[in-house]
C-alpha cells in the first residue's frame, strides 16, 4: 500500500483478556517502530525492528507485552492480560532503512485500545 | 535523558494569521534531529519539517518553518496564513545521533478560528 495501515482501527476489551494489534508498513521500509500513545499525552517508543536484526525492545513497559515481525513485513504486537492502563493508541511508523541517524519515520493511523 | 518540552497546551489563531508554537529540549549530544509532526482528529501523524542540528539553516516547508536555536536548545515552529486545514495536535520530537526513536513533547493543541 502507500502508507502504513493498522488495524485494528478501534479495539474494546475485557481486562484480562489478550489483544492482538497488527501494523502493514510501507513497502521496503525495514525498519519499524511501535509507540503508545496515552490520552493527552506525547507518544512513548515501546519497540523496534531493523530487518533480521535482534529487536530493541527496550520500551516495553511490562512482560505482558510483546511484538514480533516477520522479515521486513508485517508486525504484531500483542498485550497479554489486559489492564485499564493499557487503554490507549497504539502507533506504528516505518522508514526506509536506519542506514543514517534522524530518519523520517511515517506513521499509520493508529489503533485505539479500551479495556473495560 | 533527553526530553522535550512543549510548554503551550492550547493555542488558537485566527484564519490567515500567523502563530508559533514553542517547543525546547535538552541533551547533551551536539548531533541531532528535530522534527515537528502534526496529528489532526484523525490520529494520523505527518511529518511538518525536519531540522538537523549540524545544520545552521532553519528548514522551512511551505508556510511552515521553524526557528532553531541550539545553544538555547529550542526548536519552535511558525505557521504562516493559518488555514482551518491546520488545526490539529503539534507535536515536537526529538531523537540523537546515537538512537532511533522519537522522544515526544506532550503536544500543542492548535485551533484556527474563522
Known amino acids: 500500500g502507500a502508507g502504513v495501515s493498522q488495524s485494528p482501527s478501534n479495539k474494546v476489551t475485557e481486562k484480562g483478556k489478550d489483544v492482538e494489534l497488527r501494523c502493514d508498513p510501507i513497502?521496503?521500509?525495514?525498519?519499524l517502530y511501535w509507540y503508545r500513545q496515552r490520552l493527552g499525552q506525547g507518544l512513548e517508543f515501546l519497540i523496534y525492528?531493523?530487518?533480521?536484526?535482534?529487536?530493541?525492545k527496550s520500551g516495553l513497559p511490562s512482560d505482558r507485552f510483546s511484538a514480533e515481525r516477520t522479515g521486513e513485513s508485517v508486525s504484531t504486537l500483542t498485550i497479554q492480560r489486559t489492564q485499564q492502563e493499557d487503554s490507549a493508541v497504539y502507533l506504528c511508523?516505518?522508514?526506509?532503512?536506519?542506514?543514517?541517524?534522524?530518519?523520517?519515520?511515517?506513521f499509520g493511523p493508529g489503533t485505539r485500545l479500551l479495556v473495560l | 535523558a533527553q526530553t522535550v518540552t512543549q510548554s503551550q497546551p492550547e493555542m488558537s489563531v485566527q484564519e490567515a494569521e500567523t502563530v508559533t508554537l514553542s517547543c525546547t529540549y535538552d541533551?547533551?549530544?551536539?548531533?541531532?534531529?528535530l522534527f515537528w509532526y502534526k496529528q489532526p482528529p484523525s490520529r494520523q501523524m505527518i511529518l511538518v519539517i525536519r531540522?538537523?542540528?549540524?545544520?545552521?539553516q532553519n528548514a522551512t516547508e511551505n508556510r511552515f518553518s521553524v526557528n532553531f536555536q541550539k545553544a538555547a536548545k529550542s526548536f519552535s515552529l511558525k505557521i504562516s496564513d493559518s488555514q482551518l486545514g491546520d488545526t490539529a495536535m503539534y507535536f515536537c520530537?526529538?531523537?540523537?545521533?546515537?538512537?532511533?526513536?522519537?522522544?515526544f513533547g506532550k503536544g500543542t493543541s492548535l485551533l484556527v478560528t474563522p
Open positions: 525492528f531493523q530487518g533480521n536484526s535482534a529487536p530493541d
Open positions: 531540522q538537523e542540528a549540524y545544520k545552521q
Open positions: 513497502s521496503g521500509h525495514t525498519a
Open positions: 511508523a516505518s522508514s526506509l532503512v536506519q542506514g543514517y541517524r534522524g530518519e523520517t519515520q511515517y
Open positions: 541533551t547533551s549530544e551536539s548531533n541531532y534531529y
Open positions: 520530537a526529538f531523537t540523537s545521533n546515537s538512537g532511533y526513536a522519537l522522544n
